[in-house]
């Protein structure tokens, strides 16, 4: 259940998360603040009108836990219009624009934004490769599972960052001035992953090969692999698909497809069936 109290006028509130229905996003590392906490700590010097130190602990409730209290945003924008500071304001009203799920609040940072006058700031394109990577400025989530677009922004230096799972995250600082149009595109790389498989063979001395076919990333590929069969150690190999070839005189051949997954080992049994001799085949 959302609060929305008329703590900046009718046309202009925060917005404050009960604690009995909070949904918390899942945990990935222990963060450095306690978001509940912070949240709790900001709603308070705002109930007090102290703005100035509420914003902090907005700022380290996002640190702690972007996700779960993206309305933060929101309610950043609302202090620092408050505080007649624009920039920050349509900063923080963008990025919830972007992340942002309350319909009210959606409306109302849309509003704000339109009545800063952003008719001389420079326009940020950013474009992603993963499409649905998230994209970060200077810290803050703008987009996630989405193109971010263009956006304005106030004229100064920016760090933009954009990462996506299994690849490698890209940074760099772009400077915005005044009335420019300016276009970021960032082509993201995958990241390098290895699983293993573990070969049983039920005939020594087979000539056991694994064949790339398919692999995530084929500029890794070292070639065939070939031993001999028994093989006592799992092959370490990158994520991808293989064909797996077992030989042996007298015996028939003996292949399939095996993938190899991030992290993951793979057990395959090798049965060899003894091969018809010529003699008795049916010309």
Known sequence: MRHVPGILGAASALVMLCCATMAWSQEKEKPQYDAYEEF???NKYVNYGSYSRAIPHYERTLAADPITYNIVHYNLGELYRAKKNCVKAVFHYTAYLGVGNDEEALQLSKKSISECDTSSWPSLTVKATPEGATVKINGYIFAQGKELGTIKLGPGDYNV????????????SVSLKSKEEKQEEFSLEKQTFFGTVTVKVDQPGATVKLIPKKLDKPELSQGDQSMSSPVKEPVKLSTG?????????????????VYITRDQNIDVEVSLTKAIPVELKVQ
């Open 40 to 42: 709790a700590k900001a």
């Open 161 to 172: 960052e954009v990462e996506a799972p299994e690849y490698i995250a890209q940074m760099r």
């Open 241 to 257: 698909k293989y064909l797996l070839e077992v030989n042996k005189d007298g015996f028939d051949r003996w292949i399939r497809h």
